[in-house]
């Protein structure tokens, strides 16, 4: 049964740290400015917990654990890159922890260690029924109010993405099969639904791991194997049409990206070519995708993330982060991840910072319609011979910067309507799109654009490291696109929090600076009219050395 936890914590005369600690340990302790204090504020107690009321029943059952603290654990899990075991230990006996999570005394229970578990797998299931992670929802809600308490605008924001492999295994083809087909024999073969020919079969090729069969085979016993594996799943799929088992799924899955079965009836294995990327890469992480980006390989996801750069502010905060398969483009983030990032800054969006992977003329457009100015660093492809003017009276004139002659395009309509530009060449006739065109303006743009301005975006790589910093071999220790949204959007919480630290400290080393010297000018004021009405009142006939006496230095 769904229950709100309570915001004010009561402390305990005997357990609580106020009456275990003394002198300079309590005063650390309870500094605002603390971690510890700071963290309970920024992000614990911004944690509405009615976002995860879907979980639980309403009015039946024992009530859940205070859902602020397992939040709070999860993002002190992924802020040190600590182990289950490890963050529960720090939980139960590190005070500084225990005050960040919202347990004030040290006898204040913490849930269990199933508690935990079970709560992030109804999450996992929550977000595969209804196709929202609360995760996500949460960091959106606890971001939007950091961003109000400390003016983040969002007016100007940059972006950038990161590739971020499975908790999987790199499986050749052969292996993938093989292991596929195996998880799904180890289920079902008790059920009586396979003759005993086929399972004697099965035993015979699965008794070694598929590693295994690679390493001690040559290469046409593999192929072989491969063929038979194949024909073999294909007598099995129709014995369990009925099923709607993951494993079986997956099976037929891998059966049809893998192979083919002809007009004769006859199975045969895809040309390398036909496999698309998008294809089973592990049958234990399904989501994955395969990408090879400028000689980095993934077989996992790819992770984006939005972040303010306002003018005038020193703070800036991640206010959105995108987890999709691998084979998604950089170009298919933007929109999307602009519109959720709006959903939490206050201001409208004015100015967006990326690379070139971003750019395309949906995009261009976009940008446009929305009134946001979009800076590339550069866009992909090679610079264009040719480069485009149009006069005021609207014709178009191109300049070979080969030959340095300006030459006069003819303009073409085509059937369907799209209008072209033709000139003639040495080679014959060269035709431009209004893609060619827009393509340069762009360029020309970005070469325009002053120095100060590009620079906007570098941070965001800093921003980019932060977020893998436990993963330095770009490999998580997830499966699934949901947990590894789950783990962005922690990953975030916990960036935003240190940015935020940074930033109070900040201002109150400047409070602090402009105190002391106000003070000094205020004592120097009044040590200045003392002075003065010293002078005033003493005797016009002593002698300076006299007067000297009554100065106050």
């Known amino acids: ?48 917990e009615n976002i995860f009321r879907p979980l639980y029943c309403q009015d039946n059952g024992t009530p859940n654990a205070p859902i602020r603290v397992l939040v709070a654990m999860m993002v002190l899990k992924e802020a040190e890159g600590l182990s289950d075991q490890k963050i529960f230990e720090n939980c139960r006996f590190n005070l500084l922890v225990r005050s960040a999570i919202g347990l004030y005394n040290a006898d204040d229970p913490l849930p269990t260690e199933s508690t935990y578990y079970l709560f992030r797998k109804r999450i996992q299931e929550y977000a595969k029924e209804e196709n929202e992670n609360l995760f996500e929802t949460a960091f959106a809600q606890i971001t939007k109010g950091q961003c109000a308490e400390f003016e983040v605008s969002g007016k100007r924001i940059r972006m950038d993405s990161k590739l971020l492999g499975s908790n999987i295994a790199w499986l ?57 594996l194949g024909e073999l799943i294909y007598k099995i799929l129709p014995l369990f049409l009925s099923s709607t088992g993951v494993h079986y ?12 079965v002809d007009e004769k009836k006859v199975v045969v294995a895809r040309e390398k070519e036909e496999i698309s990327a998008k294809s089973v890469q592990s049958p234990h992480d399904t989501d994955c995708h395969y990408r090879n980006k400028d000689d980095q390989k993934v077989k996992g996801f790819s992770i984006n993330v939005t972040e303010s750069c306002d003018d005038d502010k020193s703070l800036n905060l991640i206010g959105h982060v995108d987890v999709r398969k691998a084979s998604c483009s950089d170009v298919d983030f933007l929109q999307d991840d602009i519109e959720k990032a709006q959903e939490v800054f206050p201001d409208k969006i004015q100015t967006a910072h990326a ?5 395309s003329p949906d995009n261009q457009q976009y940008c446009k319609d929305n009134e946001i100015d979009l800076y590339l660093h550069a866009i992909q492809g090679a610079k264009s011979r040719y480069q485009f003017n149009f006069a005021e ?27 072209k530009w033709r000139i003639k060449t040495e080679k014959g006739y060269r035709y431009f799109t209004q893609k060619d065109i827009d393509g340069y303006l762009i360029r020309k743009q970005i070469a325009e654009t002053p120095i100060e301005t590009l ?31 789950m783990w ?34 205020h004592c120097a004021k009044l040590i200045f009219a003392f002075q003065s009405f010293l002078t005033a009142i003493l005797p016009h006939h002593l002698s300076s050395s006299e007067n000297a006496d009554f100065s106050i230095s």
């Open 172 to 228: 050749s083809r052969y292996e993938l099969i093989h292991e596929t087909l195996r998880l799904f024999y180890d289920q079902v073969k008790q059920a009586g639904q396979l003759d005993k020919a086929i399972k004697d079969r099965l035993d015979e090729l699965l008794k070694l791991e598929g590693n295994k069969v690679v390493y001690i085979c040559s290469g046409e016993e593999v192929k072989s194997r491969l063929q038979e």
């Open 249 to 260: 799924q997956t099976l037929q899955r891998v059966f049809n990206e893998q192979y083919r």
């Open 488 to 521: 962005a959007n922690i990953r975030c919480l916990w960036v935003n929090f240190v940015r935020i630290l940074n930033y109070i400290k900040q201002l109150c080393q400047r409070t602090s600076f402009f105190a002391k010297y106000e003070l000094k000018y």
């Open 455 to 485: 620079q906007f975006r570098n941070n965001v790589e800093a921003t980019i490291f932060q977020l893998g910093y436990h993963y330095p071999n770009a490999k998580s220790r997830y499966r699934g696109e949901i947990k590894h949204q």
């Open 1 to 48: 049964m769904f229950k709100k936890s309570s915001k004010s914590g009561q402390l305990n005369i005997f357990t609580s740290p106020k009456s275990l600690f003394s002198g300079n340990s309590l005063k650390m302790y309870e500094d605002e400015q603390a971690w510890h204090n700071q963290f309970r504020k920024q992000v614990t107690m911004r944690i509405d």
């Open 355 to 359: 690379d070139g992977a971003y750019h």
């Open 393 to 419: 009276n609207g014709e178009l004139s191109i300049f070979d910067t080969i030959t340095n002659e300006i030459v006069g395009p003819k303009m073409i309509i085509s059937k369907d309507g799209t209008v």
